[in-house]
């Protein structure tokens, strides 16, 4: 929002919410079944027709954009400025479609209403021609002098203050502008399309070629990385003020009194409004290497869509907790599509970047998915990309890596690793421990047996609280991972599920084991993946998770099912590892350790890490 909002800010249909397409259905619908049920083809307006399907181009294009800019800047090649995005930005960036339903409505009402609006041959040499020359005459200049009024205070404070509030600008930055704005924007743009149609030399072509340059430029202009190659501008001079590059318009955002040109810089060099630094800020930017991380979270996909919960993915979804989304079943061929993909790359990518207390930090991606860990034939497999990413981090010459796996493997095989490799379960330990209400005497212990469990269930028992398991199996194998009598006379078998308040539970939680629990019943999640909530009447724990301090940089994705600014313990354990300067690997600990629990939980709290008020009721 502006400073001080005008008129015409908010868009008109902005009170849909997410049904905001339906304004659009009468037109479809119309366009559609116009062209299929008329017998002459003649008779069929391919222009109209093809309305719909350019505004559905428009919205693949931007997200391509949105999913490189991401990838790029957070690997760090040629990154152009390093602050980060933050949840406030996401949030006022999140109806950047708004500007392609708005010109959808009008290209549908200019193609009924216009003379020569319809029925639009698909090429006209003479028009897209026209086009191109109106545009780099006449929309350039004018769009110059429209974008300095909007930084005179009057109208900056009431409108284009919006867009500025974005300084690290993103692709869908470009389109972030209040409705009275977006309308001037059309009206200048469309002074070459309606040109042609009223000298009747439109096409489907000039019109379609024309937005999506527009999209183009728009996008490139507005990533935080530098693209355009040195070699382009050597080849030919002048192109240096016929088209501008990210780090010169992202001197803009910057400066906010230089570098006002559209796609053009020719008219900031006429007028002297070009920035001094702009030649070498583009040097810089094409000069910057790939980021060294001194941190590396090594993650994986759980479920085939958690796909477009990535930072890469949408970004409206990837800054609210992952769910269920009822329209992810009409986008199952795109899942299915983005499956394959990661299959056929079969390697590590990096999906996001922070910053803190001199530390870089980055999370990388294994190609796999959930389902694939539970598969013992995927295991060599899933080992060896581990393998490569430790080697790649040891190449890169880490401070500290931290792998969401036990470790213990790599460590046999690579003993002179200079990497440090960390599980986080001592974190995930604590966590859980702390999570317990005080005066509790007894706990349930259920679900999937990890490492996690072994050692939260001997910190108990040492603790003089009993630990009741509600299977004989594993009762005996908990008995066996005690090594004393006291802590072994804690531990009891229990098939009475509704004498226990507080459950700490793992992988494999039925619905039949949750509806035995009684009213009121605390579910305190010792796995990375939490239970399914089907209980009204008791409360429900986030994983294992701590809140990030407000000085960690480029927060703006939830973790998984994590609320805003939380971070898993095994996350959290490497950057703690790391700033502590500790010098040891963590993982394959011994659970009788308990001091290591107390030990990372201790230093969480000293650099600015909370714990995470995570009691809800369902």
């Known amino acids: 929002m502006a400073t001080t909002p005008g008129i015409l800010t908010d868009w008109p249909w902005k009170h849909l919410g997410s049904f905001k397409y ?13 062209f299929l049920t008329k017998d002459d083809p003649q008779d069929r307006d391919l222009s109209y027709f093809l309305i719909f399907p350019l505004m559905l181009w428009r919205m693949i294009h931007n997200q391509i954009w949105i999913s490189l800019s991401r990838y790029r800047t957070a690997k760090g090649n040629n990154r152009i400025l390093d602050k980060g995005l933050e949840f406030d930005q996401v949030d006022r960036e999140r109806n950047w479609d708004d500007q392609i339903l708005f010109n959808a409505i009008i290209f549908y009402l200019g193609s009924q209403l216009l003379p020569g609006g319809s029925n639009l041959p698909m090429w006209k040499t003479d028009g897209v021609i026209l086009t191109i020359l109106l545009h780099a005459s006449v929309v350039e200049f004018l769009y110059y002098w429209l974008h300095r009024a909007l930084h005179h205070h009057f109208l900056y404070s009431r409108y284009h203050s919006h867009h500025h509030s974005s300084i690290v600008t993103e692709p869908i930055t470009s389109v972030i502008h209040p409705f009275a704005e977006h309308i001037a924007y059309f009206t200048l743009f469309a002074i070459p399309l309606y040109t042609t149609v009223f000298t009747r030399t439109a096409s489907i072509s000039s019109f379609a070629g024309y937005i999506t340059y527009i999209d183009l430029m728009n996008n490139m202009g507005h990533c935080n990385f530098e693209l355009i190659p040195k070699w382009l501008f050597s080849i030919f001079p002048p192109l240096k003020y016929l088209m501008y590059t990210p780090s010169f318009h992202s001197l803009h955002h910057t400066k906010f009194r230089t570098n006002y040109s559209l796609f053009m810089p020719l008219y900031d060099y006429i007028y002297g409004t070009t920035d001094k630094s702009s030649d070498s800020l583009y040097e810089s930017s094409l000069k910057r290497r790939e980021e060294s991380p001194d941190v590396v979270h090594l993650t994986h996909l759980t479920t ?25 079943k009409l986008m199952r061929p795109v899942t299915l599509w983005s499956m394959m993909l990661t299959w056929i790359y079969g390697r590590t990518f990096v999906v996001e970047r922070h910053r803190f207390d001199k530390l870089s930090l980055q999370t990388w ?20 990309l581990i393998e490569e990413a430790i080697h790649e981090a040891e190449e890169k010459d880490l401070q500290s890596d931290e792998l969401n796996a036990n470790g213990g493997l790599y460590i046999h095989r690579n003993p002179q690793l200079k990497v440090k490799i960390v599980n986080g379960s001592s974190l995930a330990v604590a966590i859980v421990l702390n999570n317990i ?53 804690n531990l009891v078998i229990s098939k009475y599920y509704s004498r226990h308040q507080i459950w700490l539970v793992g992988d494999g939680l039925t ?19 939490p239970p399914k909530k089907l209980r009204r009447d008791c409360f429900y724990h986030h994983t294992p998770a701590m809140l990030t301090p407000k000085t960690l940089e480029n927060i703006h994705a939830c973790e998984n099912w994590l609320p805003r600014r939380a971070m898993s313990a095994w996350r959290v354990a490497g950057i703690v590892h790391a700033l502590a ?22 230093a969480s709290l000293r650099h600015g890490f909370q714990p995470l008020s995570s009691q809800t009721k369902n």
Not at 369 to 381: A, C, G, M, P
């Open 22 to 34: 339906v304004i659009l259905a009468p037109w479809v619908i119309n366009g559609t079944h116009s």
């Open 304 to 328: 085939p869509e958690s796909i477009y919960h990535l930072r890469l993915g949408f970004a409206d979804l990837s800054s609210k907790p992952y769910g269920p989304k009822w329209y992810f």
């Open 365 to 384: 991606a294994l190609p796999k998915y959930k389902i694939q860990y539970l598969l013992q034939w995927q295991n060599e497999s899933i080992n060896s």
């Open 437 to 489: 209400p005080k005066g509790t005497t007894q706990v349930l212990l259920i679900g999937k047996l990890t490492k996690v469990a072994y050692a939260i269930a001997y910190a108990l028992c040492h603790k003089g609280i009993q630990v009741a398991s509600s299977s004989e199996d594993e009762f005996v194998k908990l008995k066996k991972s005690q090594n004393d009598e006291d802590s072994k006379s």
């Open 511 to 529: 619905e039949e084991e949750q509806s035995k629990a009684s009213k009121g019943t605390i579910f305190v999640p010792f796995s990375q993946f």
């Open 581 to 602: 300067g500790w010098d040891e690997h963590e993982c394959g600990f011994n659970i009788t350790n308990v001091c290591n629990f107390e030990k990372v939980w201790e």
